[in-house]
């Protein structure tokens, strides 16, 4: 516990400074976790980081990262991000050609998904801290009040298995009690934040934040327990890696702005 305690401290000095700033500071640091995010994904898989396909997914990834602010050479030579990603995919389809099926169907595909999971989240993540910091810090807040109230709720009134197949220790109880603590948060915004959402819109986005938040800590204990692993990465000492930090927040802010709740 104070190991854990102690890597939140340093990381939460390190994050919110950047994080308040905005601009390109918060930019180069979504970049680097982005990377290592990835990292952290090809080495669960045990794919080699060094090979053509590895590097590839890389550069794809820093592309999709980029910004509007920053992507005006594509426009220039008449390419979208959309174009980028089917280019990947054709270079990832020659790669088994070349490779002679050492590098497969089934790994282009991982790396594929992977470029775009932790691409989108964290692409995501850069624009919401652009339309404003109290999105950013509200999100958080939400997360971590969800995360809280499931796992007390749970410890406590917790019977039914929520998916036990993936996470068992997780329950249905603990689910709706983490639903019940983002209500909370979205009205002490409502009340106190500077947001720019109406209260029914704010209670609905809480909702949307603690259902898809535990949703997206879910995908991330499912991947973990089909590559065998107990963590994504060892970078946050009592936490783990950036994925096993961040997966909520990453699954939920592209939703967010699919769904046009953050504008």
């Known amino acids: 516990m104070k190991e854990r305690i102690i890597t939140a401290i340093i990381a939460a000095a390190i994050f919110l400074p950047i994080v308040t700033l905005g601009g390109l500071p918060f930019l180069i640091l979504v970049y680097v976790m982005a990377t290592i995010g990835l990292f952290e994904l090809i080495r669960m898989k045990k794919s080699a980081l060094f090979s053509f396909a590895s590097i590839l997914s890389f550069i794809l990834l820093w592309l999709l990262l980029l910004p509007g602010e920053y992507d005006g050479f594509l426009e220039r030579i008449a390419y979208d991000k959309t174009h980028l990603v089917l280019w990947g995919v054709i ?19 991982f790396l594929l998904l992977s470029v775009l999971y932790v691409g989108m989240g964290f692409f995501y993540m850069y624009e919401t801290r652009e339309v404003g910091l109290v999105y950013i810090f509200f ?75 535990q949703l997206g800590d879910l995908v991330q204990s499912a991947y973990k327990r089909h590559y065998g692993v107990k963590d994504a990465g060892k970078l946050l000492p009592g936490h783990g890696g ?22």
């Open 91 to 109: 270079l990832y389809l020659i790669s088994t050609v070349i490779t002679k099926n050492k590098f497969t169907f089934d790994d282009a595909g």
């Open 139 to 213: 999100c958080l807040f939400t997360i971590w009040a969800t995360d809280s109230g499931a796992y007390f709720v749970g410890r406590s009134l917790g019977k039914r298995k929520l998916w036990p197949e993936i996470s068992p220790n997780k329950t249905v109880e603990g689910f709706l009690g983490g639903i019940a603590s983002a209500v909370i948060v979205g009205l002490l915004f409502h009340l106190l934040g500077n947001i720019d959402l109406t209260f029914f819109r704010l209670m609905f986005v809480s909702i949307v934040i603690a259902i898809f938040g």
């Open 242 to 263: 950036i994925l096993d930090r961040l997966d909520s927040l990453i699954f939920i802010l592209p939703i967010l702005h699919f769904l046009h709740l953050i504008a």
